[in-house]
């Protein structure tokens, strides 16, 4: 069933990377291991309710009381930094080249977070070879089953605009290349069709292997193509176009950017409290009347992207507290869709904590942030697929953080109609809430996590990346006292709340964007 699903994907992958890729092959790839959590009956309980696993700080943090100053410090902005963005410029001065070598056709599998960094490349990849791109064509991923194209995601006039003296792009196959489909390329072995790019190939390996087939046919199809271009030796226009693509180029359909501007709003300037009761929450905001009743000064809020699902959980092969129960229904499913063959699962709960291998339950994170400082008058905005453990899990973290929204609690159901069951669309949203947010925090690494700390880099925003490896040592002592915890946090997370770094060698450019596509004041 996998199998199938991937006809046009390909994860090999080599090298030094591998022990970190098998760790995060279900970030990566998570269309390879989701295949049967929908097919098991909801009713099937394989968790004795989860209980909060650490009670103790839990009861703790419930009664804290956080001074002002703290408060301050906390939402205060990230000071200037000496990079600037500066990636909307293009360095090349030299005219788009006059004659196109060709058309580059490439299809994205992954999620949205994925393919966005696939267009980047593609468009760099198109001028690397002077060739002309066909707006790129987004696979269908087997678990989301998101048909949403290029076009209903993104504002592709936007697109095609900003990058008009750059590259060319078309919108569509011309007439002459119609054949040239993915159900074409997905029924038998095609002369134009590139399926052997290498992970992260260099400029000069599609000048070689990709430019003689633009020449003979004038077309090439690229699939797979996610993490087929080098970050390292590629010339400095190139990577500037990368940025380019990704930070200026590619922006939301406007339906998702007025959702995201709505939801932002109503984060900002929440209703008074008589009036937050119940539905009448989502009735007031959608009132007309509403924005001029509530001038009140602007209020901040976090974003909370949280990612824990079952193939995280029986992959990850921690323990969440779930009791025998849920240890049996995570083995059972680390058996099915890997047939056992899960590295984490030779070590024990306590070694992968202390290595920091444990995504973060909600409970987990919830300490955090109150560790940090974040009091329970936070407003906070919970970007998430769907939690392994359901509400039981959910409503820990609500209990430290009792003013938790979602797009459900903050937009009428007709507002969500057209984004509703279309997860690339539902992400588009979270993805354009987090990009407006005053502090962003994700429990897990991944594809997500790594986006926001980009784009949010380049923006100089706050992102806080959690230290998984000292909370994993933290949370194993069961001796710590609430102070001793948050003294350990707070030390913990001085220097991880967005502060630039500059990318190193192998890093991805969209995950550290300087110093390639930003520029020293
Ligand atoms: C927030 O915390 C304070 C201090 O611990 C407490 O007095 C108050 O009742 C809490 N408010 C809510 C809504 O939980
Ligand atoms: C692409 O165009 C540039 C500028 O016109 C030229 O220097 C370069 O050799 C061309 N490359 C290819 C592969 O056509
Ligand atoms: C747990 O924390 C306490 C208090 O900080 C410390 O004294 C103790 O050594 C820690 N135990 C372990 C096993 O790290």
Redesign the pocket.
Known sequence: MRQQSRSLSNSNRGGAMAAAIVLLLPLLFPSLFTPFSHALPSALSEWNTPKPMHSRLLKSALQRENSDEQQADLWMPLPRQQWKTCAQHSLTS?EL?EKS?GYIQVFLDGGLNQQRMGICDAVAVAKI??ATLIVPYLEVNPVWQDSSTFMDIFDVDHFLDTLKDDISIVRELPDEYFWSTREYYATAIRATRVKTAPVHASANWY?ENV?PLLQSYGIAAIAPFSHRLDFDNMPADIQRLRCKVNFHALVFVPHIRALGDALVSRLRYPPGPSEAAGTNYIREFTNPKYKYKYKQEAGKFVVLHLRFDKDMAAHSACDFGGGKAEKMALAKYRQVIWQGRVLNSQFTDEELRSQGRCPLTPEEIGLLLAALGFDNTTRLYLASHKVYGGEARISTLRSLFPLMEDKKTLASSEERAQIKGKASLLAAVDYYVSMHSDIFISASPGNMHNAMVGHRTYHNMKTIRPNMALLGQLFLNKSLTWPEFQEAVIQGHISRQGQLRLRKSEQSIYTYPAPDCMCKV
Do not use: D
């Open positions: 030299t080249s070598q070879l002077n000048l430019l």
